[in-house]
C-alpha cells in the first residue's frame, strides 16, 4: 500500500466485483458482498478540511438542534458536522480521537446498492473543539437499509493509534486492524476476513446460503495492555489479538448472534453487548460476560439493541440502546429512539438519556464525564455529533471527582 504524507490513502485495492450476494438481509445481520459500483477518485468533503459547504453546515445546526432538545438539559454539544461517528478514545493530552464511518457524495444519485467509496477517516478532537484529519481515505460502504460501514473503531496506545475497519470491498484495509506508528505510517496489524477464512470452512463461505465471514465492530484493550479484543457484527465471536497480529477466537456465542460495543469490567471480566438475539427486536439484547477462559455468562438480560457499554470510575454500568427495536409494523431503527442506560449495582435500569438519534458509541473521560455519539448512522453528511455529559449529571456522585 501507498500512502501520501497527509496519511490519505491513495493505493486502493479492487473490490469484489463479480460477488453476487443479496443486499441488506432480512434476519439483522449485516449484508456480505452484493455487485459493487466503486467510486474511485472521489473521497467525500469533510468537515475539518476546509471543504465544508453550506448544506452541511445548515444540516449540523438542525441536527444539533434536535440533539440538543434531546438531552434534557443534562449534556452539551462537544462537536458536530462529523460523518456517522462510531467509536472514540482519548489520548494522555485530553485529545479525542473519532472513527467517522463516511458518507455518501451528495451529488451521488445512483440506486444501486451498495455505494462504495474511501471517505471513511480518523480525526482528532482537541479539548477546545478543534477538529484535525488523522487519517483519511479509509474504505466506506453504503447499503440502503443495513445501513453504512467504515472505520468503526480506535484506540491510543501510548504514541500508538489503533484502528478497526467493518465490513467492506477493499482487499486491504476492510475487516482489518490498522496501526499507525509516530512517524505516520500505518501499518496493517491483522486483516480479521483472512484470518476468519483460515478457520472456517470454504463451503460456508461460498454461495447464496453461506454464512458472514466477519464484520468488526468494536475493539478494547486488556488491562495490561498486551492484547486488543475485538467484537463480530457478524459471526458472534470475540477475538483475542495480540499487538504483533497473531489472533484467536477468544470467545463465541451460538447462532452468530450481531455483537456489538465491550468492555473490561471492575472485576476484570471483558463484557460485551449482544445486540439482539435474531431476528432483531425489542428487549432481545444483553450484557454478557466472559472470564479469561473466554466463558460467557448473561449478566444483564432484556435490553433494546444495545450498541455500546461502559464503566464509571465507580464501576457502575452504563449501556446505551441503538433505538427502539421497532414494531412487525414498524423498521427494527426507529430514529430518535436511542437511550442511555445507568444499570444500578442491583441490576435495575435507571433511563439517563432518551429519544437519542441513532447514538453508536459512549466513552468516559478521565475526569469521569460522558462522551457519546449521535447521529452515528442512517445519517446525511455533516449530521454526526458528539454529546459531552459532565459527571455529575449521570446520577453516580462517587464516580466524579471532588
Not at 458482498?33 to 453550506?54: F, Q, T
Not at 462537536?79 to 489520548?91: E, T, V, W
Not at 486483516?191 to 475493539?219: C, K, Q, W
Request: glycine letters at 10%; hydrophobic letters at 40%; one cysteine or more.
Amino acid at each position: 500500500m501507498m500512502y501520501k504524507e497527509s496519511l490519505r490513502i491513495t493505493s486502493r485495492p479492487a473490490p469484489f466485483a463479480d460477488a453476487n450476494f443479496p443486499d441488506n438481509p432480512s434476519d439483522g445481520r449485516f449484508a456480505w458482498p452484493s455487485p459493487v459500483i466503486a467510486w474511485r477518485d472521489k473521497i467525500a468533503p469533510a468537515p475539518g478540511d476546509g471543504s465544508v459547504n453550506l448544506l452541511w453546515v445548515l444540516t449540523g445546526v438542525l441536527a444539533t438542534v434536535m440533539f440538543l432538545a434531546a438531552c434534557g438539559g443534562k449534556g452539551e454539544l462537544f462537536a458536530r458536522g462529523l460523518n456517522q461517528p462510531r467509536g472514540m478514545a482519548f489520548d494522555d493530552a485530553g485529545n479525542l480521537y473519532v472513527t467517522e464511518a463516511g458518507a455518501v457524495d451528495p451529488q451521488d444519485d445512483r440506486s444501486v446498492s451498495p455505494i462504495i467509496n474511501w471517505s471513511s477517516r480518523i480525526v482528532r478532537i482537541a479539548p477546545d473543539g478543534q477538529i484535525t484529519p488523522v487519517l483519511e481515505g479509509l474504505p466506506f460502504t453504503n447499503y440502503v437499509t443495513a445501513g453504512d460501514i467504515g472505520a468503526t473503531d480506535v484506540l491510543v496506545l501510548g504514541s500508538a493509534i489503533y484502528i478497526l475497519t467493518g465490513e467492506g470491498y477493499d482487499d486491504e484495509l476492510s475487516r482489518t486492524v490498522l496501526r499507525i506508528t509516530p512517524n505516520g505510517s500505518p501499518q496493517v496489524v491483522v486483516n480479521v476476513l483472512r484470518f476468519i477464512e483460515s478457520i472456517t470452512p470454504v463451503d460456508s463461505l461460498i454461495g447464496a446460503g453461506g454464512s458472514h465471514a466477519s464484520n468488526p465492530y468494536a475493539m478494547t484493550v486488556a488491562p495490561d495492555e498486551q492484547a486488543i479484543y475485538i467484537s463480530d457484527g457478524a459471526s458472534g465471536r470475540v477475538l483475542e489479538v495480540t499487538l504483533d497480529g497473531a489472533a484467536r477466537v477468544f470467545a463465541e456465542l451460538p447462532q452468530m448472534p450481531p455483537l456489538t460495543g465491550l468492555a473490561f469490567g471492575p472485576d476484570g471480566r471483558l463484557q460485551l453487548a449482544l445486540f439482539s438475539e435474531l431476528p432483531l427486536g425489542p428487549g432481545k439484547g444483553a450484557i454478557w460476560a466472559a472470564d479469561s477462559a473466554g466463558e460467557l455468562t448473561p449478566v444483564v438480560t432484556g435490553l433494546t439493541l444495545p450498541v455500546d457499554l461502559g464503566f464509571d470510575a465507580a464501576g457502575t454500568l452504563y449501556v446505551l440502546e441503538f433505538s427502539d427495536g421497532g414494531t412487525p409494523a414498524q423498521p427494527a431503527y426507529t430514529p430518535n429512539s436511542g437511550r442511555l442506560l445507568r444499570i444500578e449495582h442491583n441490576g435495575a435500569a435507571t433511563v439517563v438519556l432518551e429519544r437519542l438519534n441513532y447514538p453508536t458509541a459512549l466513552l468516559f473521560s478521565p475526569a469521569g464525564d460522558l462522551y457519546l455519539t449521535v447521529n452515528g448512522a442512517f445519517s446525511k453528511p455533516g449530521e454526526g455529533a458528539i454529546l459531552r455529559v459532565p459527571c455529575r449529571s449521570l446520577g453516580s456522585p462517587t464516580a466524579c471527582p471532588p
